[in-house]
T-cell receptor, first 115, second 114 residues
Framework: GAGVSQSPSNKVTEKGKDVELRCDPI?????LYWYRQSLGQGLEFLIY????????KSGLPSDRFSAERTGGSVSTLTIQRTQQEDSAVYLC?????????????FGPGTRLTVT | DQQVKQNSPSLSVQEGRISILNCDYT??????FLWYKKYPAEGPTFLIS?????DKNEDGRFTVFLNKSAKHLSLHIVPSQPGDSAVYFC?????????????FGKGTKLSVIP
């Protein structure tokens, strides 16, 4: 079956511009995560959506970052007024959200480069 | 303050030999651990996991060992194959019961030499 998909795969933008990154989770998965991997670093948690509950935004690094999940499926991560330190690979993951289900399924990521 | 540490950024192993990847954690509240494998330009894929109530979990060529007293876990791959060459991330679930966040290490790049 189809896995997690993300678009675009690569995005180059100028400092100060806004960008939108898209994630299509696995069909039926109620939980969706966004992570960021900067060069030489591990994956950094950004935000978590579970069903219709309020998202956990505790990992967002600044108020320039926001995310939405429409209809419990597709999610969009928006970065406003991008800075060079925002350059990273942004990864989306989903899981069924069931009890004691811990394995997350990742998309291929979007490589964001801010020039 | 890194709560999950992979102190070896890279490891080279001859094909057919054992690969041992190590991971240390600092928070004793972590209660579930996972290993992910990542190829270039792809997202991480789940490999194997272990609950804190166990000290070993085996799946084919992959075995994960957990030493809670030392806050240390390791992934053994035997025999190693060239297709195992990838970056391996250790991740911990928690801290705390009911947590859903994964805390990742920085990864170890494994190269299996034919």
């Amino acid at each position: 079956g189809a896995g997690v998909s993300q678009s675009p795969s690569n995005k180059v933008t100028e400092k100060g511009k806004d960008v939108e990154l898209r994630c299509d989770p696995i069909s039926g998965h109620t939980a969706l995560y966004w992570y960021r991997q900067s060069l030489g670093q591990g994956l950094e948690f950004l935000i978590y959506f579970q069903g219709n509950s309020a998202p956990d935004k505790s990992g967002l690094p600044s108020d320039r970052f926001s995310a939405e999940r429409t209809g419990g499926s597709v999610s969009t991560l928006t970065i406003q007024r991008t800075q060079q330190e925002d350059s990273a690979v942004y990864l989306c993951a989903s899981t069924t959200g069931g009890v004691q289900v811990y394995e997350q399924y990742f998309g291929p990521g979007t490589r964001l480069t801010v020039t | 303050d890194q709560q999950v540490k992979q102190n070896s950024p890279s490891l080279s192993v001859q094909e057919g030999r054992i690969s041992i990847l190590n991971c240390d954690y600092t928070n004793s509240m972590f209660d579930y651990f996972l290993w992910y494998k990542k190829y270039p330009a792809e997202g991480p894929t789940f490999l194997i996991s272990i609950s804190s109530i166990k000290d070993k979990n085996e799946d084919g060529r992959f075995t994960v060992f957990l030493n809670k007293s030392a806050k240390h876990l390791s992934l053994h791959i035997v025999p190693s194959q060239p297709g195992d060459s990838a970056v391996y991330f250790c991740a911990a679930l928690g801290p705390g019961a009911g947590s859903y966040q994964l805390t990742f290490g920085k990864g170890t790049k494994l190269s299996v030499i034919p």
